[in-house]
């Protein structure tokens, strides 16, 4: 069966210090992959996606940056944080299913606070 | 353009009573719609989805809804709510655009059921 797994689970950074989320995901090939951020009191915001090996595509500008180094691990990451960049950050893989559509998996998540 | 609206984002419920989370879409092709369950500081776990076929889809843990072309609507009900039901409730919508299959989020409804 397919497993997520993301890492780490909380994380307090200082403000101007690097960032590095790890997902990886286990028992399928070449999924769909994305990054969604979750603000307090907001709903899902779809940050990257990713359809194939160092394929990254943003949706929003902003302070963050993917990649895909292999077919099931993806990273966030970022050069410096910034305070807004708190919130809480999940990963998520999805495949093309026979009815045409597509069902997103979710790993834990990783609540990030910036200080 | 495709999106998902949750008609209020707070809804308490007495334990017992009927739980009814609003979902209203906008779609330009048939719509593939979910429900997703959060608990606190956790992923997302995926409660049901409408494909095709049978218009009234059934989930886990008792919770059910119906897709409504005439009123591009998608609530989720359940007939008695318990305790362990209190968590964030996203709808989402699944279509093909830009060369990959995204997934569109509700901004989220969170319930809260009281003794």
């Known amino acids: 069966s397919q497993t997520i797994h993301q890492w780490p689970a909380t994380l307090v950074q200082p403000v101007g210090s690097p960032l590095s989320l790890e997902c990886t995901v286990e028992g399928t090939s070449n999924p769909n992959l994305y990054w969604y951020r979750q603000a307090a009191g907001r709903g899902l915001q779809l940050l990257f996606y990713?359809?194939?090996?160092?394929?990254i595509s943003s949706e929003v500008p902003q302070n963050l940056s993917a990649s895909r180094p292999q077919d099931r691990q993806f990273i966030l990451s970022s050069k410096k944080l910034l305070l807004s960049d708190s919130g809480f950050y999940l990963c998520a893989w999805s495949v093309l299913l026979d009815w045409g559509g597509t069902e997103a998996f979710f790993g834990q998540g990783t609540r990030l606070t910036v200080v | 353009a495709q999106s998902v609206t949750q008609l209020g984002s707070h809804v308490s419920v007495s334990e017992g009573a009927l739980v009814l989370l609003r979902c209203n879409y906008s779609?330009?092709?048939?719509?593939?719609l979910f429900w997703y369950v959060q608990y606190p500081n956790q992923g997302l776990q995926l409660l049901l989805k409408?494909?095709?076929?049978?218009?009234l889809v059934k989930g886990i843990n008792g919770f059910e809804a119906e897709f409504k072309k005439s009123e591009t609507s998608f609530h989720l009900t359940k007939p008695s709510a318990h305790m362990s039901d209190a968590a964030e409730y996203f709808c989402?919508?699944?279509?093909?655009?830009?060369?990959?299959?995204?997934?569109?989020f509700g901004a989220g409804t969170r319930l809260a059921v009281h003794p």
């Open positions: 990713s359809v194939g090996i160092g394929q």
């Open positions: 409408y494909t095709t076929g049978a218009t």
């Open positions: 779609s330009s092709v048939p719509p593939y």
């Open positions: 989402a919508v699944s279509f093909y655009s830009g060369g990959y299959n995204k997934l569109i």
